[in-house]
T-cell receptor, first 113, second 112 residues
Framework: DVKVTQSSRYLVKRTGEKVFLECVQDMDHENMFWYRQDPGLGLRLIYFSYDVKMKEKGDIPEGYSVSREKKERFSLILESASTNQTSMYLC????????????FGPGTRLTVT | GENVEQHPSTLSVQEGDSAVIKCTYS??????FPWYKQELGKRPQLIID?????GEKKDQRIAVTLNKTAKHFSLHITETQPEDSAVYFC???????????FGAGTQVVVTP
């Protein structure tokens, strides 16, 4: 059974703080993704990684960075959190190939005050 | 880049009736079209998908149709039940990394 876990379900941070969101998958998937979910906007891709130390920008990378030092772990970093980054953040993973299911983590509800 | 539009944004149906959600995509190179269901407070999960070489696929009460010429695809749920209440997302993909472009989502409410 595929398992994707995220480090926190709920997180409250102050404006200007550096924030780390961590995602771990146990299925040896090559590809990992970070999405942001906002009402009426669906799931928007922030960054994805197709291999260790490899990353590509998604549709909304501004204000975010990522790190993938190990295959199973993909971190999302908010260098200086702002209130407009208050959102639900979802991590997902999949194996290589365009016709494979993405497995999602439970999400992290981040509030920036 | 790819743009996926999804309609309607909300859909209220009586239990037992059918529900239809429609999506259009812009990039003719897209070749994989999954649908995800997200129940309240839970993670999105794949419920059905279709590849570009297939026009229709069915799995019990759910079916998906694809019209490549018109660049649109639809999700059909028959004999709706209260447990079908959720947000449904369509998506499109064209690359080997599995990168998906999602629609904005449809909130489906099934009333008894």
């Amino acid at each position: 059974d595929v398992k994707v876990t995220q480090s926190s379900r709920y997180l409250v941070k102050r404006t200007g703080e550096k924030v780390f969101l961590e995602c771990v998958q146990d299925m040896d998937h090559e590809n990992m993704f970070w999405y942001r979910q906002d009402p009426g906007l669906g799931l928007r891709l922030i960054y994805f990684s197709y291999d260790v130390k490899m990353k590509e920008k998604g549709d909304i990378p501004e204000g975010y960075s990522v790190s993938r030092e190990k295959k199973e772990r993909f971190s999302l970093i908010l260098e200086s959190a702002s209130t407009n980054q208050t959102s639900m953040y979802l991590c997902a993973s999949t194996t290589t190939g365009s016709w494979h299911e993405q497995y999602f983590g439970p999400g992290t509800r981040l509030t920036v005050t | 880049g790819e743009n996926v539009e999804q309609h309607p944004s909300t859909l209220s149906v009586q239990e037992g009736d059918s529900a239809v959600i429609k999506c259009t995509y812009s990039d003719s190179a897209s070749n994989y079209f999954p649908w995800y269901k997200q129940e309240l407070g839970k993670r999105p999960q794949l419920i059905i998908d279709i590849r570009s070489n297939v026009g229709e696929k069915k799995d019990q009460r759910i079916a998906v149709t694809l019209n490549k010429t018109a660049k649109h695809f639809s999700l059909h749920i028959t004999e709706t039940q209260p447990e079908d209440s959720a947000v449904y997302f369509c998506a499109a993909s064209k690359d080997s990394w599995g990168k998906l472009q999602f629609g904005a989502g449809t909130q489906v409410v099934v009333t008894p």
